[in-house]
């Protein structure tokens, strides 16, 4: 945790939001993690770009319940950051992990999430376990495609408001870029 340090990752990610929002017509206000406050929660609703192992302010409201950002506890990948899924489905795994780094990194997960936040407002996390992972997440939400398939797995999504949902995506990456994304799974809160 760097105050001072934000991933390649990151960066284009908010690049790739800020496209994305100049195309409907809206523009986007950026702040850093530590400017955050609560009165933003209470009157805005807010994407988080990045983990909140790098993102704190993530911790003091409402986050993901279903795919969490843990440390690996013991073994060899112990101290790695994971994505647990705390309900698995028959399939699916109790936990992913980005390639691991005594490798040249081909995949990472990350999690896309709506979640409700306060006062009516939403809060979208979008956040891989590397930089890499983050920058794919914000890819696969700046795509109709992705975001037409994530809407299939949302039931009465295109009936009323969008119901908070939590999604874990496949992030492939070819010399430290994101190359393709897939969705792994979907919760609908």
């Keep these: 945790m760097y105050d001072h340090y934000t991933g390649v990752g990151e960066v284009l990610a908010i690049h790739a939001l800020d496209e994305a929002f100049g195309t409907l017509g809206r523009r986007i206000l ?4 530590s400017l955050f406050t609560l009165d933003d929660v209470k009157n805005n609703n807010l994407i988080f770009v ?33 994505i647990v899924n705390k309900h698995p489905k028959a399939g699916e795994a109790g936990s992913y992990l980005a390639s691991p780094s005594n490798v040249p990194l081909t995949e990472d997960y990350s999690v896309v999430g709506l979640v409700p936040g306060i006062s009516g407002r939403y809060v979208m996390i979008l956040a891989g376990t590397t930089t890499f992972g983050t ?12 975001v037409e398939k994530l809407l299939h797995e949302i039931p009465g999504s295109g009936i009323g408001p969008l119901r908070p ?10 010399r430290g870029v994101p190359v393709g994304t897939e969705l792994v799974s979907v919760r609908v809160r």
């Design 50 to 82: 990045g983990s909140p192992s790098e993102n704190l302010s993530l911790l003091d409201i409402p986050n993901m319940q279903e795919f969490v950002f843990q440390r690996v506890p013991a073994g060899p990948r112990q101290g790695d950051l994971s």
């Design 30 to 33: 950026v702040k850093r993690g």
């Design 165 to 174: 949902f939590e999604a874990l995506v496949r992030v492939k990456i070819a």
């Design 135 to 146: 920058q794919g997440a914000v890819e696969f939400v700046c795509r109709q495609e992705s």
